[in-house]
Structures are given as C-alpha cells and as structure tokens.
C-alpha cells in the first residue's frame, strides 16, 4: 500500500507539474513581430591583402570598427521564425585612400621615375543584408535564439593609374589596373541572440554574429611603354576565404503579440 501511495504521488507531480510548466512555456511565447535596432562592433580576422598596389583599389570593411544595424523578426510558428538583418557599413575616407595609393606608387617608382598617380573616385558603401531562419527558446523574462542567415556583403573596386617618367630621359610608362565589376558576394552567418524581457513590448538584446564568404575576382593590369608603345599585361586574381564577427547590444520592441 505505501508503494502504491507513493506511485500514486509521483504521478500527480509529474502531471501537475507539467501542466503549470506547459502554461507558463505558453504564457512566453506571446511575442510575433519584432523589431530590433543595435549598435556593435565588427571585428574581421582576415583581409584580401596580397601585398600588391591592387590591395589599395580594393575597399571592403576588413578594419575593426562599430557600426548599426537593424532587424525585422517574424514569428510564424511557435518556436520557428523569419528574420532579416541590415547591417550598415563604416563611413568612407576617399581621401585616406587615394593618399594610400600615391605613397605605394612614390615608394615603388619614385627612385628612377617621377610618379604621378590617382584612384577612380570610390562610391558609397551599400549595407550588408541577411534572411534567415530563428529558433527560439523562452521564458518569461530570458530568451534564446540560435540563427542561420544567408545573404549578400558589398565590396567596392575602383581603377587605378600610375603615370612614370623615366629620370633623365623621355621615356614614359603607364601602369594602368582595370576591376572587374563585382559589387557583392554571397555569405553565410550564423548568430545568437539572448537577452532579458524589461517589459512586455521592450527587451534588452545581446547578440553575436559571424560571418564567411569567398570573394572571387580579379584586376587587369596593363604596363604600357609611352614611347614604343609596348603593353604588357597581367591578371591579379583575388580568391580567398574571408571570416569577421559582429557583437551588438540592442534594444528589442515586440510590435504584435499574440492574444
């Protein structure tokens, strides 16, 4: 009899206590659009540099710096969700970077040329924009979610000219290197965010995404002798893996709640 009792009072436990657990796991996922503004840091740990003068026409965000972004999340189902992501670029120094090119042309040719050198005026940095699948775990006041975005990241190319004078003579070259027109590149990003509920509409958000691509193209450069007219050509490629990471706090407002 002591047995069955005590059978008896563990079945009523379990049944109990996982009613009052599935209302309260019910009770938190209350939340169906979202929307999320943050401020972060993107820190890359891999550039595109191969030590040539094409390295200084390229300009892609591989330098440690913040920047915002923005996130619409959707919940279709109670634990599935939609989210997409646009994360803004750092501002632009056109001016730092035509300076980059002259110093590269000066220290290679200066010693028997006199260099003048110039960069195609660099465009404006588009965002980087993710789609992607959440999973989410919650409660009352904590939440989790795991994700998998795929999207685009831009990278900005832009012609180069380097104009030589032959010291002590009038023969003149040009070194002339021509992009390829690639604008963006396919990524992959797995993230996590977590944070705390403050309120029913308002969460504090920490989260952490990574991201890879594979840049693939390249640079014509063409060695033009002024005087003899004699080119020379040659193909810079650019094909390597490119990881970064971007931790952001933010602040969570939950749009539309279920009833």
């Known amino acids: 009899m002591k047995n069955i009792n005590i059978v008896i009072c563990l079945l009523f436990t379990v049944v109990?206590?996982?009613?009052?657990?599935?209302?309260?796991?019910?009770?938190?996922?209350?939340?169906?659009?979202?929307?999320?503004?943050?401020?972060?840091?993107?820190?890359?740990?891999?550039?595109?540099?191969?030590?040539?003068?094409?390295?200084?026409?390229?300009?892609?965000?591989?330098?440690?710096?913040?920047?915002?972004?923005?996130?619409?999340?959707?919940?279709?189902?109670?634990?599935?969700?939609?989210?997409?992501t646009i994360k803004m670029p750092s501002p632009k120094n056109n001016d730092r970077d035509q300076e980059n090119f002259r110093n590269f042309a000066n220290n290679k040719y200066s010693e028997n040329y006199f260099v003048n050198s110039k960069v195609s005026s660099y465009g404006v940095y588009d965002p980087a924009i993710t789609f992607g699948i959440v999973y989410r775990l919650e409660t009352d006041k904590m939440y989790l979610y795991p994700k998998l975005a795929f999207g685009s990241t831009p990278v900005d190319f832009s012609s180069g000219e380097i104009q030589l004078k032959e010291r002590n003579s009038n023969t003149g070259y040009k070194d002339y290197y021509n992009d390829e027109v690639y604008e963006n590149f396919f990524i992959v990003s797995p993230s996590v965010s977590a944070g705390y509920?403050?309120?029913?509409?308002?969460?504090?958000?920490?989260s952490i995404n990574a991201s890879y691509f594979r840049p693939n193209f390249s640079f014509d450069k063409t060695f033009t002798n002024l005087y003899t007219k004699e080119v020379q050509t040659e193909n810079i490629a650019y094909k390597k893996n490119m990881f970064d990471t971007y931790i952001s706090l933010g602040i969570i407002y939950v749009a539309v709640r279920k009833k």
């Not at 943050?38 to 390295?55: A, H, I, K």
């Not at 509920?197 to 920490?206: A, G, I, P, Q």
Request: net charge positive.
């Open 197 to 206: 509920k403050l309120t029913k509409r308002f969460w504090v958000d920490l």
């Open 16 to 84: 109990f206590g996982n009613k009052i657990y599935s209302q309260e796991e019910t009770s938190a996922y209350k939340a169906k659009l979202l929307f999320k503004a943050s401020y972060g840091l993107n820190v890359s740990f891999t550039n595109m540099n191969q030590n040539r003068e094409t390295d200084y026409l390229i300009d892609y965000n591989d330098k440690t710096y913040t920047t915002p972004s923005i996130s619409a999340l959707f919940f279709i189902r109670k634990h599935w969700g939609a989210e997409i």
